[in-house]
């Protein structure tokens, strides 16, 4: 069973920069790509993007489109998520999870394996 896990979150000030890393040990990430999603307390987990297994398409919400970029590194089983120019808005618990087949992307149900998240503060 694929266990995934994120790293990278932090403080950062509003303009600033983060990486976020989503690496799958005991085993890979799956035929169907990988998603990022986020969850601010008191709000649904909302989609970010989502890169396919090969790493040749990728898909953003509106909300983050030109600032973030997911990438993939298949020799080291890792998914990358390089945010820049935070807003205090996408102040939440970033997760990854590996998608499990041809459902919607843009929705959580999607997904089977999940990380416990990093989380990303942004201050004004």
């Known amino acids: 069973q694929v266990q995934l896990v994120e790293s990278g979150g932090g403080l950062v000030q509003a303009g600033g920069s983060l990486r976020l890393s989503c690496a799958a040990g005991g085993g890979t990430f799956g035929s169907f790509g990988v998603g990022w999603f986020r969850q601010a307390p008191g709000n649904e987990r909302e989609f970010v993007a989502h890169i396919t297994s090969s790493g040749s398409s990728t898909s953003y919400a509106e909300s983050v489109k030109g600032r973030f970029t997911i990438s993939t590194d298949n020799a080291k089983n890792t998914v990358y998520l390089q945010m820049n120019n935070l807003k205090p808005e996408d102040t939440a618990v970033y997760y990854c999870?590996?998608?499990?087949?041809?459902?919607?992307?843009?929705?959580?149900?999607?997904?089977?394996?999940w990380g416990k998240g990093t989380q990303v503060t942004v201050s004004a």
């Open positions: 999870a590996s998608r499990r087949g041809f459902g919607r992307m843009f929705n959580f149900r999607n997904y089977d394996y």
